[in-house]
C-alpha cells in the first residue's frame, strides 16, 4: 500500500491520472490517500469534501512485459564505457557491436531505458534506417554539402586539419547522446530502426560510448 499527502486539489500526482479522479473544489486542505486496487473515499475538510480514486490494479505494471497486476521490482542502474575500433568517415551501423557488449546487462531489465553518450567531439550518434545503406551514404553525402570543408569555408579553427572544424559542426548538428526504451530485455526500437554512429574525420580514432541503463 502507498500513501500520499496532497496540499490542495491541484496537487494531484500524473500517478492517479489514469484513474476516475473526481472532487470537489472547496476547502480540501490536507488529505492522506490510500491505493490498494480498489475504489477508495476519503472524506477530509470542512465541508466533507470527496476525493475518490478508482484504480483497477493492485499494483502498477505496463502493457508490455509488465502485466497488469505484476509485482514492481527495486529500481536498478548499470553502466558500461564500450570502444568501438576506427571507423571511416562516413555513417555506420552498429546496433549489433553495441548489443554485443551490453546484451548481458540488457536481458537483466524488464522495462526501463538505455541512455549512450558519445565521448567525443568529432563525431555523432542517431537513430536511423538500418537497411538499406544506401540511406547511410546518402546522409553523408547530404552532410557533406551543408557545411562546407576545405580553403573557400569560412572557419577559423583550422589548426587540426580541414575536415576538423566541419567534424565538430556535423557531431552537434546529431549530437552525442541517444536514449532508446528497454522491454523485456531488449532495446525497444522501431522494426526499421537501427543506430548509428556517424563519424566526421577524415582519421579517426577509436570512439567511446558510456552506456547507462536503469529500469526494472
Same mark, same amino acid.
Given at each position: =500500500?502507498?500513501?500520499?499527502?496532497?496540499?490542495?486539489?491541484?496537487?494531484?500526482?500524473?500517478?492517479?491520472?489514469?484513474?476516475?479522479?473526481?472532487? #470537489?473544489?472547496t476547502n480540501l486542505r490536507l488529505a492522506s490517500l490510500s491505493v490498494a486496487g480498489h475504489?477508495?473515499?476519503?472524506?477530509?475538510?470542512?465541508?466533507?469534501?470527496?476525493?475518490?480514486? =478508482?484504480?483497477?490494479?493492485?499494483?502498477?505494471?505496463?502493457?508490455?512485459?509488465?502485466?497488469?497486476?505484476?509485482?514492481?521490482?527495486?529500481? !536498478?542502474?548499470?553502466?558500461?564505457?564500450?570502444?568501438?575500433?576506427?571507423?571511416?568517415?562516413?555513417?555506420?551501423?552498429?546496433?549489433? !557491436? $553495441?548489443? !554485443?557488449? $551490453?546484451?548481458?546487462?540488457?536481458?537483466?531489465?524488464?522495462?526501463?531505458?538505455?541512455?549512450?553518450?558519445?565521448?567525443?567531439?568529432?563525431?555523432?550518434?542517431?537513430?536511423?534506417?538500418?537497411?538499406?545503406?544506401?540511406?547511410?551514404?546518402?546522409?553523408?553525402?547530404?552532410?557533406?554539402?551543408?557545411?562546407?570543408?576545405?580553403?573557400?569555408?569560412?572557419?577559423?579553427?583550422? =589548426?587540426? +586539419?580541414?575536415?576538423?572544424?566541419?567534424?565538430?559542426?556535423?557531431?552537434? =548538428?546529431? +549530437?552525442?547522446?541517444?536514449?532508446?526504451? $528497454?522491454?523485456?530485455?531488449?532495446?525497444?526500437?522501431?522494426?526499421?530502426?537501427?543506430?548509428?554512429?556517424?563519424?566526421?574525420?577524415?582519421?579517426? #580514432?577509436?570512439?567511446?560510448?558510456?552506456?547507462?541503463?536503469?529500469?526494472?
Amino acid at each position: =500500500m502507498q500513501s500520499l499527502s496532497i496540499l490542495s486539489p491541484s496537487c494531484l500526482p500524473p500517478l492517479f491520472a489514469g484513474g476516475n479522479v473526481t472532487r #470537489t473544489p472547496t476547502n480540501l486542505r490536507l488529505a492522506s490517500l490510500s491505493v490498494a486496487g480498489h475504489h477508495r473515499t476519503i472524506i477530509h475538510g470542512h465541508n466533507r469534501n470527496l476525493l475518490r480514486i =478508482m484504480s483497477s490494479a493492485s499494483t502498477i505494471g505496463t502493457d508490455s512485459g509488465m502485466g497488469t497486476g505484476s509485482a514492481v521490482g527495486a529500481p !536498478k542502474w548499470v553502466q558500461k564505457t564500450i570502444t568501438l575500433p576506427r571507423q571511416s568517415r562516413g555513417c555506420h551501423l552498429i546496433t549489433s !557491436k $553495441i548489443l !554485443k557488449e $551490453i546484451g548481458q546487462e540488457l536481458s537483466g531489465f524488464k522495462c526501463g531505458l538505455a541512455h549512450f553518450f558519445l565521448q567525443h567531439t568529432s563525431a555523432s550518434l542517431t537513430i536511423n534506417e538500418n537497411y538499406d545503406s544506401d540511406v547511410r551514404d546518402d546522409t553523408e553525402t547530404f552532410l557533406n554539402r551543408i557545411v562546407p570543408e576545405g580553403r573557400s569555408a569560412p572557419w577559423k579553427h583550422t =589548426m587540426e +586539419g580541414p575536415d576538423d572544424m566541419p567534424a565538430h559542426v556535423k557531431s552537434s =548538428m546529431f +549530437g552525442c547522446t541517444l536514449t532508446i526504451p $528497454i522491454t523485456n530485455g531488449k532495446l525497444n526500437m522501431g522494426t526499421w530502426q537501427g543506430v548509428w554512429l556517424c563519424e566526421h574525420r577524415d582519421s579517426a #580514432t577509436p570512439r567511446t560510448i558510456v552506456v547507462t541503463m536503469n529500469g526494472i
